[in-house]
């Protein structure tokens, strides 16, 4: 039973998964600025702003660095996966979505009936890898500094 409680002890893998879900709510504010709606959906798709995949993997290296020191070879490590997925959201699925958007028009042209649709949106542009990249780290900072784990969270609450 102590093992199923330490996870939640996990102070990296908590702040670090906070900061992906929020950046994914901050997706419905970004979109209510840009178009005007507000879509609850758009937190459970892929691409727009801000990158929640950039957010996830900066506010784990951010928490590493601090938890292990930022001197540390896990703490390089997970820098280099940080600009690994980073690179590809904006480079490699943003030229996906592109080539996807390319083929629903083609098939649409060669077949009108056609009930092909491939997703359009799988990547980021810079900004939006960008500022997911900074709210990871703003989140997960401070949270580890002030709060700690969500064990400590939790007993800060009850008592």
């Not at 540390?72 to 959201?89: E, G, P, Q, T, W």
């Amino acid at each position: 039973m102590s093992e199923f409680f330490s996870f939640f002890n996990n102070s990296v893998l908590f702040w670090s998964l906070l900061s992906c879900l929020l950046a994914q709510l901050f997706k419905i504010v970004f979109n209510f600025f840009s178009t005007g709606e507000i879509r609850f959906g758009i937190i459970f798709e892929t691409g727009g702003m801000p990158s929640s995949h950039s957010a996830l993997i900066t506010a784990a290296t951010s928490g590493i660095g601090y938890e292990l020191g930022f001197d540390s070879s896990i703490f390089a490590l997970s820098v280099a996966i940080a600009l690994i997925v980073m690179y590809d959201a904006s480079g490699v699925r943003k030229s996906a979505g592109i080539q996807a958007a390319e083929i629903n028009k083609l098939s649409k042209k060669l077949d009108s009936q056609s009930e092909l649709l491939l997703k359009e949106t799988l990547g980021h542009t810079k900004i939006e890898v960008l500022v997911g990249g900074l709210l990871g780290p703003l989140i997960t900072l401070p949270g580890m500094f002030f709060l700690g784990s969500p064990l400590k969270i939790f007993n800060l609450i009850i008592n």
